[in-house]
């Protein structure tokens, strides 16, 4: 029988490579990646069209989506992308931001409110420092890619057209911005605009050592026409993106010395995140998940708080435990 071609949209990963360029195979399956930057072109691809057979997605989109009885796609345990959130938020230095408590009342630019990132962002202030996603007023720069209705007591207004959150923050007519890239002006080396945590890999690793919270940004779906048509794909798709993971990892201990960094990263991660720095599987990432659907819930973005388990093929529940 011949191979089924499935398709697969996402983002051109180092840790997914060896399965876009065959070193790595997939029993009964021929897989073509499409490679697209930025991986939000891909979920509204897939959302809006089910473009691929399996693609990136984002986790708080594919919730939202779920919480709405969208059940056309099913997720596998492979994350793609996941960041610690706390670098990632930055201030306006005269604004008089000295911690995080200091975000109550202020003005907070985003990319837009649903987004993974924000779901951590959200739930991290709220749950480590006490500032409620109500206590602050925020400032989007573009629509939402999946439609939701804004929770009780928040406070959204829309920049203009006109306007960047860059140059709104260097202005001081935002305090503050979440978002998932460096502002300008920090990149420049402005006094204006620096890190609400100055010391920020440190206190992503406090936060990791006492809460196991490693956010993830983007988990992998499949439709779930096909997974119906196939359970065993899920599996088997997931086997393989572990089988790359590990080939990538070999070549990081192969091939970094030309990246002090980089190598200096690669030591640091394990000290904090243990041998497997990017662990693939439900019941490794159960504290994350576990985070995720609450924050989901608790910001108002889905009626009820899923459990991890509602996300994911069956099948693949205890994969890499």
């Known amino acids: ?26 029993d009964g399956a021929d897989i073509k990646f499409v490679n697209i930057s930025p991986p939000s072109q891909i979920f509204l691809r897939m959302l809006h069209d089910e473009e691929f057979d399996a693609s990136e997605m984002s986790l708080s989109n594919f919730m939202i989506a779920m919480g709405k009885d969208d059940r056309r796609f099913v997720a596998i345990p492979i994350f793609p992308s996941r960041v610690f959130r706390h670098s990632f938020i930055w201030i306006n230095t005269k604004g008089g931001i000295v ?3 200091d975000l109550k009342g202020k003005k907070v630019g985003i990319a837009d409110y649903s987004m993974t990132a924000l779901l951590f962002v959200r739930g991290l202030l ?36 006109d306007q960047t959150l860059d140059g709104l923050l260097e202005a001081g007519e935002l305090d503050a911005v979440a978002v998932t890239s460096p502002p300008r002006a920090f990149l420049q080396g402005s006094p204006l605009v620096a ?8 206190v992503e690793a406090d936060y990791y050592r006492r809460t196991k ?42 091939g970094l010395a030309s990246l002090s960094s980089v190598n200096l990263d690669m030591e640091f991660a ?52």
């Open 1 to 26: 029988m011949a191979n089924r071609t499935i398709t697969i949209g996402m983002r051109d990963y180092d840790h997914c490579r060896a399965l876009v360029n065959g070193r790595v195979k997939v």
């Open 270 to 321: 394990p000290q904090v995140l243990g041998a497997d720095v990017a662990p693939y599987g439900v019941k490794h990432n159960a504290a994350t998940l576990e985070a995720a659907t609450l924050y989901s819930h608790e910001q108002g973005l889905t009626k009820r708080h899923f459990a991890v388990d509602e996300l994911f093929a069956k099948e693949t529940l205890d994969l890499f435990s």
């Open 213 to 254: 919270i490693y956010p993830i940004m983007h988990m992998t779906v499949m439709r779930r026409a096909i997974y119906e048509q196939d359970p065993s794909l899920a599996v088997r798709l997931s086997q393989g993106f572990q089988a790359a993971k590990e080939i990538a990892f070999e070549d990081y201990e192969e």
């Open 99 to 101: 911690k995080p408590a």
């Open 195 to 202: 890190r609400l945590f100055p010391d920020c890999r440190a």
């Open 126 to 161: 709220q749950h480590e420092y006490g500032v409620a996603p109500e206590d602050i007023h925020w400032f989007r720069r573009r629509a939402e890619h999946v439609a939701i209705q804004i929770p009780p007591g928040i406070r959204i207004d829309n920049i203009g057209k």
